[in-house]
């Protein structure tokens, strides 16, 4: 299985909005509308903030969205705020009956 | 309110076998796929293992396929993973999931459990 590429690192101030990238290939997230996002703070379990691409669960503030462009799907948080700090993952179906998660983008605000 | 507790990590030395579970609570678990997920210290998140909700499908990533095995008792709201020849690179805080899909699974998982510790030692 291959991971998915994520940034390092991304920053903002607060109030400001920050992009995080994820990019996959034709077989996983260009291929199938099952990409997802997670945010994850230190000793903490992942929490869904984004699922089929562009969907919010339940409870997730719409300051959170999700986007698809080829095989990039992107995460962007505006309106930053300080519990946004956190490690955010992005993963998606591969094709083959299996998941894959990028590497993950802390984010500091 | 949905919670998921997972139990049965510890310290355990290659080529052991350890058997984790998953209790669910807070909704209808045979109406949901369930997955585990593990964390090495320090890495980021690996997907282990998907059950579909009837417990008649499964999937593995390439690095536990052969070695691990999940099932479900749908009586008792209960996931397992049955953990063999376990290896060094295993470690991880394992952390079962519910999918957010319904019937069928969607590859996305919206409640996960405070995960469970396993190390393995050579």
């Known amino acids: 299985q291959s991971a998915l590429s994520q940034p390092p690192s991304a920053s903002g101030s607060p109030g400001q909005s920050v992009t995080i990238s994820c990019t996959g290939t034709?077989?996983?997230?260009?291929?199938?509308?099952?990409v997802s996002w997670y945010q994850q703070h230190p000793g903490k379990a992942p929490k869904l903030i984004i699922y089929?691409?562009?969907k919010r669960p339940s409870g997730v503030p719409d300051r959170f969205s999700g986007s698809r462009s080829g095989i990039t799907a992107s995460l962007t948080v505006s309106a930053l705020q300080a519990e946004d700090e956190a490690i955010y993952y992005c993963?998606?179906?591969?094709?083959?009956?299996?998941?894959?998660f990028g590497g993950g983008t802390k984010v500091t605000v | 309110e949905v919670l998921l507790v997972e139990s049965g990590g510890g310290s355990i030395q290659r080529g052991g076998s350890l058997r984790l579970s998953c209790a669910a609570s807070?909704?209808?678990?045979?109406?949901?796929?369930m997955t585990w997920v593990r964390q090495a210290p320090g890495k980021g998140l690996e997907w282990v293992s998907l059950?579909?909700?009837?417990?008649?499908?499964?999937f593995y990533a390439d690095s536990v396929r052969g070695r691990f095995t999940i099932s479900r008792d749908n009586s008792k709201n209960t996931l397992f993973l049955q953990m063999n020849s376990l290896r060094a690179e295993d470690t991880a805080i394992y952390y079962c999931?519910?999918?957010?899909?319904?019937?069928?699974?969607?590859?996305?998982?919206?409640?996960w459990g405070q995960g469970t510790l396993v190390t393995v030692s050579s």
């Open positions: 999931a519910k999918d957010v899909g319904s019937p069928r699974w969607a590859y996305s998982f919206d409640f």
């Open positions: 807070g909704f209808t678990f045979d109406n949901h796929a």
């Open positions: 059950i579909n909700a009837a417990g008649t499908t499964r």
């Open positions: 034709n077989r996983d997230i260009g291929g199938y509308d099952y």
């Open positions: 089929d691409v562009i």
């Open positions: 993963s998606s179906y591969e094709g083959s009956n299996t998941v894959t």
